[in-house]
């Protein structure tokens, strides 16, 4: 994927501290130097192009509702499939593969608690497969919005 | 979808209806609206106030009261690194002794390269990790020197661990604790 700089600007300057305004693309425009339109327009390409999932806030989780990070051990050749029935479960937002014995991974959220295992019981019954329930314990550094590494990536 | 309707959660609308006759189902409507990104239009809260029946002001006021609670902990651009060339993505899993597992999980977690870290309960004997970290990298070999070279500035040589890198991501997007979509 190849920006141009003020596309990397844009990354580098906002991941975080988005103006909270009336009209906050004007504010980022005038920092940056270019018009609003264009602040508008290269956000709606950067997402287009799954350069972005969106623009905005990122609640806290544990204050957001309950979560937790789920794993089962599918059948290698059947990953795909049990992957597309994780993912129309309610409430799951993230599903990766991974190279383990636990091989799908994905996140589960809920209003509450409660509704969360009543999701997972439901799901697991779904899978036939047991699944592993993860909830956090504590969290000593959870933000992606990390300096991204224009050169590594280059 | 067959669960109930989401309760508004009146401990962060508290302050609002301090002041004023704000609707709950408003503000709970405004926090799934918000979730599912800002509009890209000129006046983006405009446009979410009148989605949800609150005024422009009133969205406002509530985005920078839940900033200011720490309910949003982040407010921008949200990249997709995989998009971008973060292709080698690993989970590294570490079997720490529960009483050095908090000390250890805030020493990696000032690591510039672990992205995420934090502590989930073992499950044995099927999972026998508590801690873990995420190393977003370009590539497999750079992530690979990476926790070798964190391996050895921390002493962690004695720590059983294991990674799990991922090799394809099914679905990824953001949290929606209070929609059901």
Redesign the interface.
């Known amino acids: 994927?190849r920006?141009d700089t003020v596309d990397k600007q844009?990354?580098d300057h906002?991941?975080?501290?988005?103006p909270?305004?009336?009209?906050?693309?004007?504010e980022m425009a005038r920092s940056l130097g270019i018009s609003?339109d264009e602040v508008?327009s290269r956000?709606?390409s950067?997402?287009e192009?799954?350069?972005?999932?969106?623009?905005?806030?990122?609640?806290?989780?544990s204050?957001?509702?309950?979560?937790l990070?789920a794993?089962v051990a599918a059948d290698p050749t059947e990953m795909d499939a049990v992957?597309?029935r994780?993912?129309e479960a309610?409430?799951?937002?993230?599903?990766?593969?991974?190279?383990?014995p636990?091989n799908?991974?994905?996140?589960m959220?809920?209003?509450d608690e409660h509704?969360l295992n009543?999701r997972l019981d439901e799901l697991e019954q779904r899978l036939k497969l047991p699944i592993?329930?993860?909830?956090?314990?504590?969290?000593?550094?959870?933000?992606?919005?990390?300096d991204?590494?224009w050169d590594?990536?280059s | 979808m067959n669960t109930p309707a989401p309760q508004p959660n009146l401990q962060t609308g508290n302050f609002l209806f301090n002041t004023e006759a704000f609707s709950a189902w408003g503000l709970l409507r405004l926090r799934q609206h918000l979730e599912e990104g800002l509009p890209l239009t000129p006046r983006p809260y405009l446009e979410l106030a009148q989605r949800t029946g609150l005024t422009e002001q009133q969205v406002l006021g509530a985005v920078e009261h839940w900033q200011q609670q720490g309910l949003i902990k982040r407010n921008g651009l949200i990249v997709k690194h995989r998009t971008l060339g973060y292709t080698a993505n690993a989970m590294v899993v570490w079997d720490v002794p529960d009483e050095n597992v908090s000390q250890l999980g805030k020493t990696l977690a000032a690591v510039p390269f672990v992205t995420l870290c934090y502590q989930r309960p073992r499950r044995l004997p099927d999972w026998p990790y508590n801690l873990f970290c995420m190393i977003h990298g370009v590539n497999r070999e750079r992530v690979l020197g990476q926790l070798e070279q964190m391996i050895e500035t921390h002493d962690l040589g004695d720590i059983r661990h294991a990674v799990l890198f991922s090799n394809k991501a099914y679905l990824q997007r953001g949290g929606r604790y209070v929609s059901n979509r």
């Not at chain 1, 799908?104 to 996140?107: A, E, P, Q, Y």
């Open positions: 994927m920006l844009l990354i906002y991941q975080r501290n988005l909270v305004c009336e009209r906050p693309y004007l609003e508008i956000l709606s950067l997402q192009q799954q350069v972005l999932s969106r623009v905005g806030p990122v609640f806290e989780h204050r957001a509702g309950a979560s990070l794993a992957a597309a994780i993912n309610p409430g799951v937002n993230h599903n990766y593969a991974r190279e383990h636990f799908l991974w994905f996140v959220t809920a209003p509704t009543e592993l329930r993860l909830p956090m314990v504590e969290g000593y550094h959870i933000d992606l919005g990390f991204i590494d590594a990536l």
